[in-house]
């Protein structure tokens, strides 16, 4: 077997990997990822016991148990580039022996579940309701560095997204890969469904205008409009696409689901987006304590 070198798996003081600051035992085969480092304690606070708290930069990571569950919830801070880290480093966690510095023979695959926010693209979708995406769409440029495969079905939604969606030359290499089934069908009551959008911005990625000009000024009208068979955009945040691209190169369970706290059609920001967050994790913590 080869080894990997010390340039590539990059290991600490404690022999933990260099960005989490984790070892493989800290880590639980459930993970749940949110963007903000303080919304790992509110997950965690649902926790019968927390046997691990652990900070480096902006990655923290609480693990512990829901009745037989162990979890671990990690932050990931924002964006796809995040991602690409984050996921690496949870993959070599599991999968890579960090004393030989060599892929385990039998890989494992761990289920992944992003609780995180999000802008919702369709008038029927609220702010304060949750969206699970059933695809991510990336406008980011993460998946396109990996060597991976569509689904014949993934292959004709980003034909069909490349014909009707027109973005300026340059601005985008659009790539789509699809949740996990196994974990989606735990999530059906109470959640929209629907194609998320993952954005390499916040602003004019998002169509948002402050002071900076759009170079794609028709990006919400043509998001919201598109549809392929019965599929729709609901919504676009930043990490999605990454999660579920990165899920299929490694061959984890990835599912992405988010409380919707601005509506870009009605033109409105929830009032409480913690309480909403708050809301879907207690309702998905449910869900996950009791996944097979
Ligand atoms: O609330 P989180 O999980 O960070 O998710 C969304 O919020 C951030 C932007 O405000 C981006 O990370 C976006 O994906
Ligand atoms: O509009 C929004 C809200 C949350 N997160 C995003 O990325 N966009």
Do not use: W
Request: hydrophobic fraction near 40%; include cysteine.
């Amino acid at each position: 077997m080869e080894q990997i070198a010390e340039s590539e798996l990059i290991l600490n003081s404690r022999g933990a990997l260099y960005h989490l600051d984790l070892l493989p035992e800290e880590l639980a085969s459930t993970i749940i990822t949110v963007g903000d480092p303080e919304r790992v304690r509110t997950v965690s606070k649902h926790f019968d016991k927390v046997e691990l708290l652990r900070q480096h930069r902006e990655f923290v990571t609480h693990t512990g148990y829901i009745g037989n569950k162990r979890i671990s919830v990690v932050s990931t801070g924002i964006g796809t580039d995040n991602i690409d880290i984050v996921f690496n480093e949870l993959d070599a966690l599991a999968n890579i022996d960090l004393a030989t510095r060599t892929i385990k023979a039998n890989p494992v695959s761990l289920d992944i579940i992003r609780l995180g926010t999000s802008g919702s693209l369709q008038a029927d979708i609220p702010v304060d309701s949750f969206v699970v995406s059933t695809h991510g769409l990336g406008l980011d440029n993460l998946l396109p560095f990996y060597v991976y495969e569509n689904t014949q079905e993934e292959g004709n939604l980003l034909e069909a997204f490349n014909t009707d969606v027109a973005l300026v030359e340059g601005s985008a290499n659009p790539y789509l890969v699809s949740a996990s089934e196994k974990l989606a069908a735990e999530f059906t009551n109470g959640f929209f469904k629907g194609i998320t959008v993952t954005c390499p911005g916040f602003y004019a990625p998002q169509g948002r205008v402050l002071r900076g000009a759009l170079a794609n000024p028709q990006l919400i009208d043509d998001l919201t409009t598109f549809g392929y068979d019965n599929h729709r955009i609901t919504n676009f945040e930043m990490e999605t696409s990454g999660i579920y691209g990165m899920g299929r190169v490694f061959g984890h369970h990835c599912l992405s689901i988010s409380a919707i706290v601005a509506n870009r059609i009605a033109k409105e920001f929830s009032k409480d987006g913690a309480a909403a967050v708050e809301r879907l994790i207690d309702h998905a913590l449910r869900v996950i304590a009791v996944l097979p």
